[in-house]
């Protein structure tokens, strides 16, 4: 697979959330010259405020050069391609308003990191920024490769920490897919970020959780259903992965 596009740090001088490049080694030098810290902050928030006022389309490395007050080749340097700068400057804004929650139950835990996910994306530019990444990358394989990479992983590595506390507080099964549940959680709300026919709030929030805790919560004192959440005749509880319950239960 070709370089994403995303550098590594320079030795010696560490870069904000710097990746080494695929087939590169962390720590492995780089050719070229030292980085200067001072340059990123400026083509960062150069690339951010861009972002936000034109979105990816809008955006060109030149415009960016001239608001950070350095050279095209000194982008270029670092980035690749105009879409790798914005993947960059995204999850610098976007990693820091998705904490890990822990609230000491599963239902809290989703609520609040949806909600977290809701409020980025209808409140900063990322929103924008999200919509407009994920329609650079159908197109642009190492944007999309990147991005699997820099922000879908990572995120749903955290979110996977979540289940694993319900399964540990006998929330919910150990056989529970987590993915399939990670999947239905920002699947729906990405679905009405990227089409906009319906909004996001807060009470959608709440009814994604409780339709995904009625197929995995287990019955109990653990998985018993708290304040607010909807009592749902029929639903399947504690089913792992795609099982159902037999016919007449």
Do not use: C, N
């Not at 709030?201 to 995904?212: A, G, L, Q």
């Amino acid at each position: 697979m070709k370089s994403s596009g995303i550098p590594g740090s320079e030795p010696g001088i560490p870069h904000p959330d710097a990746h080494p490049a695929p087939g590169q080694a962390a720590g492995t030098p780089q050719r070229g010259r030292p980085r200067s810290e001072q340059a990123d902050r400026a083509i960062m928030a150069a690339a951010l405020e861009l972002l936000a006022e034109r979105g990816v389309a809008g955006m060109s490395i030149e415009e960016v050069a001239s608001r950070a007050g350095v050279g095209k080749a000194t982008i270029y340097r670092r980035w690749s391609s105009k879409g790798a700068l914005a993947l960059d400057a995204f999850v610098t804004e976007f990693r820091q308003q998705q904490p890990l929650p822990d609230t000491g139950t599963l239902r809290g835990d989703l609520r609040a990191e949806l909600r977290a996910w809701v409020r980025a994306v209808t409140r900063t530019p990322v929103g924008r920024m999200l919509g407009d990444l994920i329609g650079e990358a159908q197109h642009d394989k190492d944007l999309s490769a990147s991005y699997r990479e820099r922000v879908l992983e990572p995120l749903r590595q955290q979110h996977r920490i979540m289940l694993d506390r319900a399964i540990a507080r006998g929330e919910i099964a150990a056989g529970t897919d987590r993915e399939l549940v990670l999947d239905l959680l920002f699947g729906a709300a990405q679905h009405r970020l990227l089409l906009g026919h319906l909004p996001l709030t807060d009470r959608f929030v709440r009814d994604v959780v409780e339709v995904i805790l009625a197929g995995i919560q287990i019955p109990g004192p653990a998985g018993r259903p708290g304040p607010g959440s909807a009592s749902r005749p029929g639903a399947a509880r504690g089913m792992p992965r795609d099982k159902a319950p037999p016919p007449g239960t």
